[in-house]
């Protein structure tokens, strides 16, 4: 994008404001996320400039809009995330859909140096983030999770990935088996994908959750599942059940169909679980071990069988 259309942009919130810099953000895995600094009568400023790629046959506008409207949702509720500044769902000022944010300053952490803190606030503000009402009109932009994390269901090309994972095509069926039996629970904002590369601290506090293109709503057990299995993935189980505590104690009530929705979680990271390695490099370096990563991704597909009532082998390629 020409610093010229950034100039734009700036001007389109402060008159007269000057562009000193552009720089990508760390730590950005997706989407484009620049950060743009400048100069204003008041002094200087930030704001980050948010573009979406192009996946599947998501449609970017929609992805702008939906994300923008959360944030100014997220925004009345006190919630820790970046302010909604500008939509461009047609990408006539940014060259192509994406919105402006205001910027948070933070990073993302993996190894705190105190961990027990550290999960008591993921678990608090996935809490509070699950505690938001929904409008009609609010859950009318939202995708429905319940449907979204189970797309691989009706995708045979997602279907023969999995079941390139030892544990793919038993996980696949127990899914499968499982969708039409699960209780029913009163729809919350979910984000979908709740995970350490999202969650931005300072001072040993959150200070923004981010990426919510996918904000959804439906049962908020899949974000508590979604962030156990990275958490078990790498190593920490003790800390995906203290997170799992800390949860049931914020939110006041325990977690309905999570073994269930660990198993639609697994999906994600089929059929090379390993493959999140290079991301958790890019946030702190760490001794990431592919074989020991893939141990602990079936380990905790094995304990999510059992808990789901199904068999905790591998699967039968005989």
């Known amino acids: 994008m020409a610093d010229?259309?950034?100039?734009?942009?700036?001007?389109?919130?402060?008159?007269?404001?000057?562009?000193?810099?552009?720089?990508?953000?760390?730590?950005?895995?997706?989407?484009?996320?620049?950060?743009?600094?400048?100069?204003?009568a008041v002094g200087p400023k930030q704001i980050v400039v948010r573009r979406y790629a192009v996946f599947g046959d998501y449609d970017r506008g929609e992805k702008a809009e939906r994300e923008f409207k959360t944030l100014a949702l997220l925004q009345k509720h006190h919630i820790p995330a970046p302010k909604p500044l500008l939509l461009d769902t047609s990408g006539a000022l940014l060259g192509s859909p994406g919105i402006v944010t205001s910027f948070v300053d933070g990073q993302q952490i993996i190894r705190p140096a105190n961990q027990a803190a550290w999960v008591v606030e993921m678990?608090?503000?996935?809490?509070?983030?699950h505690t938001i009402p929904l409008s009609a009109a609010e859950m009318d932009f939202l995708l429905d999770s319940n449907e979204e994390v189970v797309w691989f269901l009706r995708n045979d090309n997602a279907k023969e990935k999995m079941c390139e994972h030892p544990d793919g095509r038993s996980a696949w069926q127990?899914?499968?088996?499982?969708?039409?039996?699960?209780?029913?629970?009163?729809?919350?904002?979910?984000?979908?994908?709740?995970?350490?590369?999202?969650i931005?601290?300072?001072?040993?506090?959150?200070?923004?959750?981010?990426?919510?293109?996918?904000?959804?709503?439906?049962?908020?057990?899949?974000?508590?599942?979604?962030?156990?299995?990275?958490?078990?993935?790498?190593?920490?189980?003790?800390?995906?059940?203290?997170?799992?505590?800390?949860?049931v104690q914020?939110?006041?009530?325990?977690?309905?169909n999570l073994a269930f929705w660990e198993l639609a979680a697994a999906a994600r990271f089929m059929p090379?679980?390993?493959?999140?390695?290079?991301?958790w490099q890019t946030l702190q370096a760490g001794p990431y071990s592919a074989t020991?990563?893939?141990?602990?991704?079936?380990?905790?597909?094995?304990?999510?069988?059992?808990?789901?009532?199904?068999?905790?082998?591998?699967?039968d390629r005989s």
């Open 4 to 40: 010229s259309t950034y100039q734009n942009v700036i001007r389109q919130l402060d008159e007269g404001a000057k562009l000193q810099e552009v720089r990508p953000l760390p730590g950005s895995f997706s989407n484009e996320s620049m950060r743009l600094a400048y100069e204003t």
């Open 123 to 129: 678990a608090q503000t996935l809490a509070h983030i």
């Open 174 to 198: 127990a899914v499968q088996d499982l969708l039409p039996t699960i209780q029913p629970v009163p729809p919350t904002l979910v984000h979908i994908d709740y995970w350490l590369g999202n």
């Open 200 to 247: 931005l601290w300072q001072d040993g506090c959150i200070t923004a959750v981010l990426d919510w293109e996918e904000a959804s709503f439906g049962d908020p057990g899949y974000d508590v599942a979604y962030l156990r299995l990275e958490l078990a993935m790498l190593g920490t189980e003790q800390l995906a059940h203290a997170f799992l505590e800390a949860y």
């Open 250 to 256: 914020a939110s006041g009530r325990p977690v309905a």
């Open 272 to 279: 090379d679980p390993e493959g999140m390695i290079p991301e």
């Open 292 to 315: 020991t990563v893939r141990q602990n991704f079936s380990n905790f597909i094995a304990s999510a069988k059992v808990r789901a009532g199904v068999m905790g082998k591998k699967d």
